[in-house]
């Protein structure tokens, strides 16, 4: 997990000392639609909708290519069962006709609040993360699906499925 976290961290220096001339940080937030899928989980679970708030960057590769590096506070989990999480994705994003764009990339997310009145979900969880976007100026809006590849709890097939609707401002 630390090692992952100091690779993902050594990835971001090295791009935005790298390429310093492209780079735009912002703020960003929105709605999530999460649940939690898996073999061990009644199919008649309902999903939970919560908010996410943040901060994004944006460092400039090439012309088409940036790497979007976030840091979000993320209400996840599923009704009766909350899991707030810090996410840190790290986005490798193809941009094209100068506003669209598609992101993919890994997310790292470390557990920061749970509604678990028994045991515990693990602290750490990995991410797959999808999405698409779009840019008008400073302004921005995305759509997200991220899904887990690690268990939310020790010994059990429950993986994390989280579907976000952005909008945000570049501020510089």
Same mark, same amino acid.
């Given at each position: ?87 840190? =994705? ?6 094209? /006709?100068?506003?669209?764009? !598609? @992101?993919? $990339?890994?997310? %790292? *997310? ?10 515990? =979900? ?6 797959? /993360?999808?999405?698409?976007? !779009? @840019?008008? $100026?400073?302004? %921005? *809006? ?29 501020? %510089?």
């Amino acid at each position: 997990m630390k090692k992952s976290f100091l690779l993902a961290i050594t990835i971001i220096g090295f791009s935005i000392s790298s390429n310093a001339q492209d780079i735009k940080f912002g703020v960003k937030g929105g709605v999530n639609f999460s649940s939690i899928n898996g073999n061990d989980i009644s199919d008649d679970i309902d999903g939970r909708t919560g908010y996410h708030i943040g901060a994004v960057a944006q460092v400039g590769l090439t012309d088409m290519f940036a790497l979007q590096p976030e840091l979000i506070y993320s209400a996840q989990g599923i009704k009766n069962l909350d899991i707030d999480y810090i996410n840190i =994705p790290v986005l490798l994003k193809l941009k094209f /006709a100068e506003l669209f764009s !598609v @992101e993919a $990339g890994p997310q %790292f *997310g470390f557990v920061i609040n749970d509604g678990f009145r028994t045991g515990k =979900p693990q602290s750490f969880d990995f991410n797959g /993360a999808l999405g698409a976007g !779009v @840019e008008f $100026g400073s302004f %921005f *809006g995305q759509l997200r699906y991220s899904i887990g590849f690690t268990d939310v709890i020790e010994n059990a097939d429950w993986k994390n499925s989280n579907f976000q609707v952005s909008v945000g401002y570049y501020i %510089f």
